[in-house]
């Protein structure tokens, strides 16, 4: 009788020690991804609503970690920016202490790059090579401005795009043409993934856009990536610390009266190219 009990109390430990493993190998199942009650097939709908995002976010505060690597530099550095739709834009680098170190000044018609430590104010025109001078993206300002946002710096014609629902990883593929194609989330229609090719079909621009946040009752992606592969250029820009709306004035981007700088002109040459 003894040996029985001890039997039924090893048999119940089983059963016990059996219910816990198929409850533990339950939790671990990944479930399935969530689709759309209903798949949108109309290409303009989704434009139209990403339309909309972009008019309806206007300019941004944020503090952001930006880490570039290219042939040509490597750095990673706090950056304050403020930009507002659709040309300016204005970049701080910031030290340890959150003291701002190098100025950067976009517009429609000028750039400007001020070093404090050296006194010095580069100023040239709003052109690819400038740009890239100063910011190491061979972007245009509203194109950065854009990617900044968590917009598309969309280049194509819209009237001939295409959207096709993909089950594998619940995602839209919105192609607005042979060079231009967007992937958005099918439970939000938030941009994921921008992939712009050139005439030949090999990527040009690629931006990743992950873990969004609710700001201001907007989305917001907090890590955004940006890759050049021809240029083998990548950028990660990981917010912590997103305002948007809020009515950034013109005059956040004018560069206040310098006293006794030396002024040089960009579009005479680079003078950091040969250090």
């Avoid at 939790?27 to 303009?44: E, N, Y």
């Avoid at 507002?84 to 100025?103: A, C, D, N, V």
């Avoid at 992937?183 to 992950?210: C, F, H, N």
């Avoid at 990660?236 to 040089?264: D, H, M, W």
Wanted: proline content about 6%; overall charge positive; charged content about 25%.
């Amino acid at each position: 009788m003894a040996r029985w009990r001890q039997l039924k109390a090893s048999g119940g430990i089983l059963i016990l020690i059996f219910s816990l493993s198929i409850f533990s190998y339950n939790g671990c199942v990944k479930k399935p991804p969530l689709h759309p009650k209903a798949i949108i097939t109309s290409a303009q709908v989704v434009i139209q609503a990403l339309e909309e995002r972009k008019r309806r976010i206007q300019d941004l505060k944020a503090l952001a970690r930006i880490s570039l690597v290219s042939p040509e530099r490597k750095f990673s550095a706090k950056q304050a920016i403020t930009l507002r739709k659709p040309y300016y834009l204005r970049l701080e680098t910031l030290s340890f202490f959150g003291y701002p170190m190098l100025y950067l000044f976009a517009n429609d018609q000028q750039l400007s790059f001020y070093n404090p430590q050296e006194n010095k104010l580069f100023r040239g025109s709003v052109q690819l090579d400038n740009i890239f001078k100063l910011t190491g993206l061979p972007l245009e300002i509203s194109e950065i401005i854009a990617i900044l946002c968590g917009d598309m710096p969309l280049n194509s014609n819209s009237s001939q795009a295409e959207l096709r629902f993909e089950p594998e990883t619940t995602l839209y593929s919105l192609r607005l043409g042979p060079d231009e194609e967007i992937k958005l989330g099918a439970m939000d229609l938030l941009p994921r993934q921008y992939r712009w090719a050139d005439k030949s079909g090999k990527t040009y621009l690629e931006v990743i856009y992950q873990e969004y946040e609710k700001i201001n009752g907007f989305f917001s992606p907090f890590t955004i990536r940006v890759k050049l592969p021809q240029r083998a250029i990548s950028v990660e820009i990981k917010y912590s610390e997103v305002k948007l709306n809020q009515a950034v004035p013109i005059t956040s981007f004018e560069l206040p009266r310098l006293e006794g700088v030396e002024v040089i002109d960009l579009d005479d040459g680079w003078p950091y190219e040969k250090r």
